[in-house]
């Protein structure tokens, strides 16, 4: 079984910043772990993704949030953060991890997602 838990999320005011995290696991080790992502959903609006990186530490970003978000991961703690400065009433929605993981070396490689965390900007 894997699990995706995020934390860091919360209320903050216009121009302020939050890191979220988001922390693979499972019983026994993972194998490998290729593409990692942040998503967000708004009240009544599709969700969207937000950035990703790949397990070499290429990077992409919706063009909302170039500039004020950052993504990273580290390998060795299973875990993907974002890192977002700047941030605008418009940022504010439930943001979701996800990660393309292959748990053992006979799996096939699944995509996981993690429960979300909300995040509310204060204008």
């Known amino acids: 079984q894997v699990r995706l838990v995020e934390s860091g999320g919360g209320l903050v005011q216009n121009g302020g910043s939050l890191r979220l995290s988001c922390a693979a696991s499972a019983s026994g080790t993972i194998f490998s772990i290729n593409a990692m992502g942040w998503y967000r959903q708004a009240p009544g609006k599709q969700r969207e993704l937000v950035a990703e990186i790949s397990s070499g530490g290429s990077t992409n970003y919706v063009d909302s949030v170039k500039g004020r978000f950052t993504i990273s991961r580290d390998n060795a703690k299973n875990t993907v953060y974002l890192q977002m400065n700047s941030l605008k009433p418009e940022d504010t929605a439930v943001y979701y991890c996800?990660?393309?993981?292959?748990?053992?070396?006979?799996?096939?490689?699944?995509?996981?997602w993690g429960q979300g965390t909300q995040v509310t900007v204060s204008s």
């Open positions: 996800n990660a393309a993981i292959r748990k053992t070396v006979v799996d096939g490689t699944r995509l996981y």
